[in-house]
């Protein structure tokens, strides 16, 4: 069995900050993909609304995919 050494400051830090991107990252993702099915489910009648609900899907997916990989990041920083 190897043991790992203990994490430097630098490790920890990096840590914390890839954990409090997560959670924002996943509430962008909840927030925008949210919204954007709110606009599709009441009906789009505008370009502008077709537009937005696109858009905020668009982003939502990115905040989603960024998301994971910070995950699969932090993960292999505590391997």
């Known amino acids: 069995m190897q043991t790992r050494c203990p994490l430097t400051d630098k490790e920890k830090e990096l840590i914390r900050f890839n954990t409090e991107m997560i959670k924002l990252l996943v509430v962008l993702f909840m927030a925008t993909g949210g919204g954007s099915l709110a606009l599709?489910?009441?009906?789009?009648?505008?370009?502008?609304?077709?537009?937005?609900?696109?858009?905020?899907?668009?982003?939502?997916?990115?905040?989603?995919?960024?998301?994971?990989?910070?995950?699969?990041?932090?993960?292999?920083?505590?391997k």
């Open 40 to 78: 599709i489910a009441e009906g789009i009648e505008m370009a502008r609304e077709a537009i937005l609900a696109f858009a905020g899907m668009v982003f939502a997916v990115t905040s989603g995919v960024l998301g994971l990989m910070i995950y699969m990041n932090t993960q292999k920083l505590l």
